[in-house]
């Protein structure tokens, strides 16, 4: 049951250019989507939320677009740094009281010097 | 800055044997979760925790497993029998509401032998 997909398993960027890495969603229910970075051995670390009210959301070199018509959601990093190489994983909050994430299959990110 | 710490970073048990699993959750966080990821899969949903009690659970958290807030600071998962599809890295994760990122462990590698 794939409620959030990550269709894109890996992706390489020059560094200074932008990396676009995507999401996709069918649960119209989800009202926060929020993106992790992940290093191997490590703990996912949390970079960006967005509600639903929003359509886009900016922190510093990370920006976050959603297209509730689509249920598609994007995370922008410009520019990119050798540092940003890590596994990107999208993550989508169900509405209501639980606070349980569903969670994509995550992008692996290589940024090259 | 404050963070999620986890013990121990590495656990090997052979099947059938009991394991707890320690977390120490951001001291004014309210909500607790435990995660796992299987190696190549996604991160998955286990338990949620507030007010001392479960909120919500998956499919996965079957008997064998059992969560626990022994004190002020502590959150425990404990798994009874130790089948081998245990056998996975599990993360603590805890957050202040319901509608704020969570925030995660190193995590706990977990082998089952």
């Known amino acids: 049951d794939q409620q959030v997909k990550q269709n894109s398993p890996s992706l390489s960027v020059q560094e200074g250019r932008i990396s676009i890495l995507n999401c996709d969603y069918t649960?119209?229910?989800?009202?926060?989507f929020l993106w992790y970075k992940k290093y191997p051995a490590e703990g996912p670390t949390f970079l960006i939320s967005?509600?639903?009210?929003?359509d886009k959301n900016e922190d510093g070199r990370f920006t976050v677009f959603l297209n509730k018509s689509a249920k598609h959601l994007s995370l922008h990093i410009v520019p990119s740094q050798p540092g940003d190489s890590a596994v990107y994983f999208c993550?989508?909050?169900?509405?209501?009281?639980?606070?349980?994430?569903?969670f994509g299959t995550g992008t692996l990110l290589a940024v090259q010097p | 800055e404050p963070e999620v710490t986890q013990t121990p970073s590495h656990q090997v048990t052979q099947m059938g044997q009991e394991v707890i699993l320690r977390c120490v959750p951001i001291?004014?966080?309210?909500?607790f979760y435990w995660y796992r990821q299987i190696l190549g899969q996604k991160v998955e949903f286990l338990v949620s925790?507030?007010?001392?009690?479960?909120?919500?659970k998956s499919e996965i958290f079957d008997d064998q497993f059992s969560v626990e807030r022994p004190d002020g600071s502590n959150f425990t998962l404990k798994i009874r029998s130790t089948k081998l599809e245990d056998s996975a890295m599990y993360f603590c994760?805890?957050?202040?509401?319901?509608?704020?990122?969570?925030?995660f462990g190193q995590g706990t590698r977990l082998t089952v032998v």
């Open positions: 994760a805890s957050s202040w509401i319901v509608y704020s990122e969570a925030f």
């Open positions: 649960n119209s229910m989800f009202d926060y």
């Open positions: 967005i509600s639903s009210i929003k």
């Open positions: 993550a989508a909050h169900y509405g209501g009281a639980t606070n349980k994430l569903i």
């Open positions: 001291s004014n966080h309210l909500y």
């Open positions: 925790f507030y007010n001392n009690e479960i909120s919500e």
